[in-house]
Protein backbone atom coordinates (compact mmCIF):
# COMPACT_ATOMS: atom_id res chain seq x y z
CA UNK A 1 0.00 0.00 0.00
CA UNK A 2 0.38 3.40 0.25
CA UNK A 3 3.50 5.09 2.58
CA UNK A 4 3.15 8.67 2.99
CA UNK A 5 6.02 10.49 5.17
CA UNK A 6 5.81 13.95 6.77
CA UNK A 7 8.55 16.29 7.65
CA UNK A 8 9.33 17.85 9.55
CA UNK A 9 6.98 16.87 12.90
CA UNK A 10 7.39 20.08 14.68
CA UNK A 11 7.64 23.41 13.40
CA UNK A 12 8.23 26.88 14.88
CA UNK A 13 8.00 30.17 13.13
CA UNK A 14 8.11 34.09 13.36
CA UNK A 15 4.83 35.64 12.58
CA UNK A 16 5.05 36.97 9.43
CA UNK A 17 7.58 34.43 8.39
CA UNK A 18 7.07 31.28 5.70
CA UNK A 19 6.51 27.53 6.80
CA UNK A 20 7.44 24.97 4.87
CA UNK A 21 6.00 21.38 5.32
CA UNK A 22 6.94 18.07 2.94
CA UNK A 23 5.65 14.98 2.27
CA UNK A 24 6.72 11.96 0.01
CA UNK A 25 4.99 9.62 -1.04
CA UNK A 26 5.25 6.23 -2.75
CA UNK A 27 2.86 4.88 -4.74
CA UNK A 28 3.27 6.49 -8.16
CA UNK A 29 -0.32 5.35 -9.16
CA UNK A 30 -1.64 8.38 -6.28
CA UNK A 31 -3.23 10.96 -7.97
CA UNK A 32 -5.18 13.21 -5.09
CA UNK A 33 -3.09 14.80 -2.58
CA UNK A 34 -4.58 17.09 -0.14
CA UNK A 35 -3.57 19.03 3.26
CA UNK A 36 -5.36 19.46 5.91
CA UNK A 37 -5.24 21.35 9.13
CA UNK A 38 -6.60 20.04 12.72
CA UNK A 39 -7.17 22.97 15.20
CA UNK A 40 -7.15 21.63 18.76
CA UNK A 41 -10.44 19.74 19.65
CA UNK A 42 -11.54 19.40 15.79
CA UNK A 43 -11.87 17.52 13.33
CA UNK A 44 -9.40 17.94 9.92
CA UNK A 45 -10.21 21.03 7.73
CA UNK A 46 -9.51 20.57 4.01
CA UNK A 47 -7.47 23.74 3.63
CA UNK A 48 -6.23 22.76 -0.26
CA UNK A 49 -5.29 20.00 -2.50
CA UNK A 50 -3.65 19.04 -5.65
CA UNK A 51 -4.26 16.64 -8.42
CA UNK A 52 -1.45 14.97 -10.55
CA UNK A 53 -2.05 16.72 -13.63
CA UNK A 54 -1.16 20.13 -11.84
CA UNK A 55 2.69 21.18 -10.98
CA UNK A 56 1.26 24.02 -8.59
CA UNK A 57 -1.86 25.47 -6.73
CA UNK A 58 -2.41 28.47 -4.80
CA UNK A 59 -4.69 29.88 -2.45
CA UNK A 60 -4.33 33.16 -0.83
CA UNK A 61 -1.56 32.83 1.44
CA UNK A 62 -0.76 29.17 1.10
CA UNK A 63 0.15 27.02 -1.82
CA UNK A 64 0.78 23.62 -2.65
CA UNK A 65 3.69 21.87 -5.30
CA UNK A 66 3.68 18.40 -6.12
CA UNK A 67 6.66 16.80 -8.35
CA UNK A 68 5.31 13.75 -9.46
CA UNK A 69 8.80 12.90 -10.71
CA UNK A 70 10.72 12.77 -6.95
CA UNK A 71 6.73 11.76 -5.21
CA UNK A 72 6.80 14.60 -3.34
CA UNK A 73 4.52 17.54 -2.47
CA UNK A 74 4.35 20.06 -0.17
CA UNK A 75 2.84 22.99 1.53
CA UNK A 76 3.75 26.68 1.62
CA UNK A 77 2.09 29.17 4.16
CA UNK A 78 3.69 32.66 3.67
CA UNK A 79 2.77 35.73 5.80
CA UNK A 80 2.27 33.27 8.90
CA UNK A 81 -0.23 34.01 11.48
CA UNK A 82 -1.08 33.24 14.96
CA UNK A 83 -4.06 31.56 13.91
CA UNK A 84 -2.39 29.22 11.56
CA UNK A 85 -1.29 27.29 14.39
CA UNK A 86 -2.49 23.81 14.11
CA UNK A 87 -1.46 19.97 13.16
CA UNK A 88 -1.02 20.12 9.22
CA UNK A 89 -1.46 16.67 7.79
CA UNK A 90 -0.55 15.86 4.50
CA UNK A 91 -2.53 12.72 2.64
CA UNK A 92 -2.23 10.95 -0.59
CA UNK A 93 -5.01 8.61 -2.38
CA UNK A 94 -6.21 7.48 -5.55
CA UNK A 95 -9.02 9.74 -5.84
CA UNK A 96 -12.80 8.64 -5.76
CA UNK A 97 -13.88 6.60 -3.10
CA UNK A 98 -10.67 5.33 -2.62
CA UNK A 99 -8.53 6.04 1.14
CA UNK A 100 -6.53 8.18 2.36
CA UNK A 101 -2.85 7.64 3.44
CA UNK A 102 -1.94 10.19 5.97
CA UNK A 103 1.27 11.50 6.78
CA UNK A 104 2.26 11.53 10.52
CA UNK A 105 1.76 15.51 10.61
CA UNK A 106 3.51 18.42 11.66
CA UNK A 107 2.77 20.62 14.50
CA UNK A 108 3.16 24.51 13.33
CA UNK A 109 3.61 27.05 16.20
CA UNK A 110 3.39 30.61 15.15
CA UNK A 111 5.24 32.86 17.56
CA UNK A 112 3.72 36.47 17.67
CA UNK B 1 -19.37 21.01 1.27
CA UNK B 2 -21.09 18.54 3.07
CA UNK B 3 -21.65 19.15 6.95
CA UNK B 4 -21.21 16.22 9.39
CA UNK B 5 -22.99 15.98 12.66
CA UNK B 6 -20.54 13.75 14.82
CA UNK B 7 -21.91 12.91 18.44
CA UNK B 8 -20.82 12.44 21.35
CA UNK B 9 -18.16 15.01 21.15
CA UNK B 10 -16.17 13.25 24.13
CA UNK B 11 -16.73 10.35 26.55
CA UNK B 12 -14.95 8.68 29.36
CA UNK B 13 -15.87 4.83 29.75
CA UNK B 14 -14.95 1.91 31.64
CA UNK B 15 -13.12 -0.90 30.52
CA UNK B 16 -15.07 -3.82 28.94
CA UNK B 17 -18.52 -1.89 27.62
CA UNK B 18 -19.09 -0.39 24.39
CA UNK B 19 -19.81 2.87 22.80
CA UNK B 20 -21.69 3.56 19.66
CA UNK B 21 -20.52 6.91 17.79
CA UNK B 22 -22.91 8.55 15.38
CA UNK B 23 -22.87 10.39 12.03
CA UNK B 24 -25.31 12.50 10.24
CA UNK B 25 -24.77 13.66 7.15
CA UNK B 26 -26.54 16.98 5.95
CA UNK B 27 -26.66 15.12 1.83
CA UNK B 28 -26.55 11.90 0.75
CA UNK B 29 -22.98 9.99 0.53
CA UNK B 30 -22.42 6.72 -0.93
CA UNK B 31 -19.79 6.17 1.04
CA UNK B 32 -18.47 6.83 4.39
CA UNK B 33 -15.05 6.46 6.27
CA UNK B 34 -14.50 5.81 10.01
CA UNK B 35 -11.04 7.07 11.04
CA UNK B 36 -8.98 6.60 14.09
CA UNK B 37 -6.61 8.91 15.57
CA UNK B 38 -4.27 7.80 18.40
CA UNK B 39 -2.89 10.28 21.06
CA UNK B 40 -0.29 12.31 18.75
CA UNK B 41 -0.77 9.75 15.78
CA UNK B 42 -2.24 10.12 12.41
CA UNK B 43 -5.72 9.18 10.80
CA UNK B 44 -5.80 5.20 10.40
CA UNK B 45 -9.05 4.14 8.28
CA UNK B 46 -11.21 1.46 10.17
CA UNK B 47 -13.49 0.97 7.72
CA UNK B 48 -15.39 2.23 4.75
CA UNK B 49 -19.24 2.09 5.22
CA UNK B 50 -21.43 1.59 1.91
CA UNK B 51 -25.54 1.46 2.26
CA UNK B 52 -26.52 -1.64 1.54
CA UNK B 53 -23.66 -3.63 2.18
CA UNK B 54 -21.34 -4.63 4.83
CA UNK B 55 -18.58 -2.66 5.60
CA UNK B 56 -15.28 -3.03 4.35
CA UNK B 57 -12.16 -2.93 6.97
CA UNK B 58 -8.86 -1.77 6.76
CA UNK B 59 -6.11 -4.55 8.15
CA UNK B 60 -5.86 -4.89 11.63
CA UNK B 61 -9.65 -4.02 11.98
CA UNK B 62 -12.37 -6.69 12.70
CA UNK B 63 -16.04 -6.32 12.64
CA UNK B 64 -16.79 -7.90 16.05
CA UNK B 65 -14.49 -4.86 17.55
CA UNK B 66 -16.05 -2.04 15.40
CA UNK B 67 -19.26 -3.13 14.13
CA UNK B 68 -20.70 -0.76 11.69
CA UNK B 69 -24.31 0.49 10.96
CA UNK B 70 -25.53 2.26 7.40
CA UNK B 71 -28.60 2.59 7.16
CA UNK B 72 -29.22 5.09 5.02
CA UNK B 73 -27.65 7.24 2.86
CA UNK B 74 -27.10 9.96 5.13
CA UNK B 75 -25.93 8.08 8.27
CA UNK B 76 -23.92 5.85 10.20
CA UNK B 77 -22.59 4.51 13.53
CA UNK B 78 -19.57 2.59 14.67
CA UNK B 79 -19.83 0.73 17.69
CA UNK B 80 -16.22 0.58 20.55
CA UNK B 81 -16.80 -2.75 21.96
CA UNK B 82 -15.45 -4.45 24.91
CA UNK B 83 -13.37 -1.50 25.28
CA UNK B 84 -10.18 -1.62 26.96
CA UNK B 85 -7.30 2.05 27.56
CA UNK B 86 -5.77 1.31 24.63
CA UNK B 87 -9.09 1.96 22.36
CA UNK B 88 -8.65 5.84 23.94
CA UNK B 89 -8.31 7.37 20.89
CA UNK B 90 -9.94 10.20 18.60
CA UNK B 91 -13.08 8.90 16.42
CA UNK B 92 -13.56 10.38 13.20
CA UNK B 93 -16.25 9.69 10.29
CA UNK B 94 -15.87 11.12 7.09
CA UNK B 95 -17.16 11.62 3.56
CA UNK B 96 -16.43 12.39 0.05
CA UNK B 97 -18.02 15.62 -1.20
CA UNK B 98 -17.53 17.86 -4.25
CA UNK B 99 -15.06 19.81 -2.06
CA UNK B 100 -13.20 16.92 -1.18
CA UNK B 101 -13.52 15.19 1.91
CA UNK B 102 -15.07 16.06 4.75
CA UNK B 103 -14.14 14.90 8.23
CA UNK B 104 -16.96 15.02 11.48
CA UNK B 105 -15.48 17.21 14.47
CA UNK B 106 -14.44 13.77 16.02
CA UNK B 107 -15.38 12.00 18.81
CA UNK B 108 -12.51 11.70 21.71
CA UNK B 109 -12.87 8.46 23.83
CA UNK B 110 -10.82 7.96 27.08
CA UNK B 111 -11.28 4.50 28.41
CA UNK B 112 -10.64 3.95 32.40
Known amino acids: GENVEQHPSTLSVQEGDSAVIKCTYSDSASNYFPWYKQELGKGPQLIIDIRSNVGEKKDQRIAVTLNKTAKHFSLHITETQPEDSAVYFCAASLRTGNQFYFGTGTSLTVIP | SAVISQKPSRDICQRGTSLTIQCQVDSQVTMMFWYRQQPGQSLTLIAT?????????ESGFVIDKFPISRPNLTFSTLTVSNMSPEDSSIYLC?????????FGSGTRLTVV
Open chain 2, 94 to 102: SVEDTGGYT
Open chain 2, 49 to 57: ANQGSEATY
